[in-house]
């Protein structure tokens, strides 16, 4: 036996990592947990929470990816005094909850910003995370199951949670929201869009970037999942009950090629962003849902190989649209305002 040598497996970190990643294990994780070790396929660690069906993984490279995603709604938000969201909540919030918090860094930040508010995080996988202001909460659990914190919440926040729910589960997401807000509390969702786009035809047409945004959704709509919640959000808010709808457009463009300052830096975050995140977005889609049939993890790395390189022409002129809705749950004076609206008619 023991000159057999041990097999490697060839899915851990193998590709260009030298040493495991920091959140591998810390000295507060029991190694004996599964929800904390997740599963490995592809070179890539996934929450095992959930059945394993969320598409992204978890692991340090997707952490990176949410971080970048982060710093570019920040840069677009940049002249704002508050970057971070634009629910209208004063500034005395008392309990806010960011669901799909990921690395848990607009929780953090949240929680910087206002000291007196308890700020949670919810995820399928530990953010990891080292040190936390101590009034921000970052907690394992799933939000399709029922939901245990008692406080009603003034703000529920999500971010880029494309992808993780079917219709029938936004439906029972937004009422989980609408239910856990105060009265007069805000929910505030962003999105982006997965397809590249670009308006000035500099793109060409045959170009394998176009090929992404189909790809991706044609496998997320196979999955179950489409990823296409920056076009239903507001409806579906809307549909919850939610009133005093906003909404902001964006673009977020992918590379510095703008001129102007502001979405230079955001475009220079973003091509990071997409640098790092486009294998992680598409690995499970594609080998488990890919056309016309599933992929294998090979044809996935050199598909990304090939985006990655044309994603770095700059006289590609590329973005991607994103969008922010932010709404009120009514007051009671709402309805007995439109009673008598009603009445007067
Ligand atoms: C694309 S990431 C976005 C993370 C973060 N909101 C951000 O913008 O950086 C979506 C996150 O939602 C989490 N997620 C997906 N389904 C979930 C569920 N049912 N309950 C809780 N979190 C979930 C995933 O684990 C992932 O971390």
């Known amino acids: 036996m023991t000159d057999q040598a041990i097999a490697v497996d060839p899915d851990v970190y193998s590709n260009d990592v030298n040493t495991y990643p920091d959140d591998w294990q810390s000295e507060t994780t029991s190694i004996g947990s599964s929800i904390y070790r ?6 890539r660690r996934y929450q095992s929470l959930r059945n394993e069906e969320y598409m992204v993984p978890s692991d ?7 971080e970048a995603g982060h710093l570019v709604t920040i840069i677009l938000d940049s002249e704002r005094e508050n970057p971070l969201f634009r629910s209208p909540i004063g500034d005395d919030p008392k309990h806010i909850l960011d669901l799909g918090t990921g690395k848990g860094v607009w929780a953090i930040d949240v929680a910087d910003m ?19 202001p101590p009034n ?29 729910f079917n219709d029938k589960e936004w439906d029972q997401v937004y009422k989980q929201c609408y239910d856990n807000l105060r009265p007069g509390g805000w929910i505030e969702q962003v999105e982006a869009s997965p397809v590249i786009e670009c308006d000035d035809g500099s793109v060409p047409k045959d170009s394998i970037l176009n090929t992404w945004g189909p790809n991706t959704r044609e496998s997320a709509i196979k999955s179950g999942r489409d990823l296409d919640a920056i076009d239903h959000m507001k409806e579906s808010i809307r549909t919850a009950g939610f009133v005093d709808i906003h909404e902001q457009e964006y673009k977020w463009p992918i590379g510095p090629w703008p001129r102007d300052k502001k979405y230079k830096e955001a475009g ?17 889609l594609l080998t488990k849902f890919g056309s016309p049939a599933p992929w294998t993890k090979e044809e996935v790395l050199v598909y990304v190989a090939k985006l990655r390189k044309e994603i770095k022409i700059p006289r590609y002129h590329t973005y991607q649209r994103a969008r922010r809705v932010w709404a009120r749950k009514p007051l009671p004076e709402d309805s007995s305002a439109k009673e008598k609206e009603i009445k007067k008619e």
């Open 38 to 43: 997740g599963f490995l396929e592809n070179g």
């Open 114 to 132: 206002f000291p007196n508010a308890t700020v949670r995080g919810v995820d399928l996988f530990p953010p990891p995370v080292s040190w936390l």
């Open 268 to 284: 220079t975050v973003n091509f990071q962003h997409w640098l790092s995140g486009m294998e992680g977005w598409c690995m499970w």
């Open 136 to 164: 921000c909460v970052l907690e394992v659990d799933d939000a399709l199951q029922s939901w245990t914190w008692r406080e009603p919440f003034d703000l529920i926040y999500m971010r880029i949670m494309t992808g993780a």
């Open 60 to 66: 340090d490279q997707m952490f990176e990816t949410y």
